[in-house]
């Protein structure tokens, strides 16, 4: 399970963005958005630098 907080994601457009671009990556992960706290739950095959760079490229860059 991989954690990200993610400051600019700060409404339901911006998780839609999120969760698709994790998607790409892993079509198999399971997501869990908690948008007040800016947070993502991943729970991934993927290891986490695949994951940090796919949000980063879709312009939420991850902490």
């Known amino acids: 399970m991989h954690e990200f907080h993610i400051p600019d994601m ?3 457009h911006c998780a ?3 969760n698709a671009s994790l998607k790409l990556v892993d079509p198999a992960c399971e997501i869990h958005l908690d948008l007040p706290r800016h947070m993502v739950n991943v729970k991934s095959e993927e290891d986490r630098d695949t994951l940090v760079e796919a949000l980063a490229e879709a312009g939420y860059p991850s902490r």
């Open 10 to 12: 700060t409404c339901g």
């Open 16 to 18: 839609s963005k999120v």
